[in-house]
């Protein structure tokens, strides 16, 4: 029986990557390190990367999407396009 669900934001199937963000409620970062630590643990083939709110803002610079004075008056996003995958924690328990 599983014990919790994780189901990051995006996945990149070229690079056969799953992708969580965390941009709007920083006080949610500790619950996500867990999160996809424990999908580490129990699925170590599954690859999920945390992008944080320096991540996102990194990235609007480095592809000039945005100012870097604009950055502290810019909403942050709701998602990226991309399919959403659910993975499943109990799935290797109970097979």
């Keep these: 029986m599983p014990t919790g ?4 934001d995006f996945f990149l199937p070229e690079e ?3 992708i969580e963000i965390t941009t709007m409620n920083q006080k949610l970062v ?3 390190n867990r999160k996809v630590r424990l999908l580490a643990e129990h699925h170590p083939e599954v690859r999920c990367k945390i992008f944080y ?3 996102y803002l990194h ?3 480095k592809y ?3 100012a870097p004075g ?5 909403p942050p996003p709701t ?3 991309g399919p959403v995958q659910v993975v499943d924690l109990g799935e290797s328990e109970a097979g």
């Design 59 to 61: 990235l609007l610079i």
């Design 53 to 55: 709110q320096r991540d």
């Design 5 to 8: 669900f994780f189901t990051p």
């Design 16 to 18: 056969g990557m799953f």
């Design 70 to 74: 604009d950055l502290e008056l810019a």
């Design 79 to 81: 998602r990226i396009p």
């Design 30 to 32: 500790t619950k996500k």
């Design 64 to 66: 000039d999407l945005e």
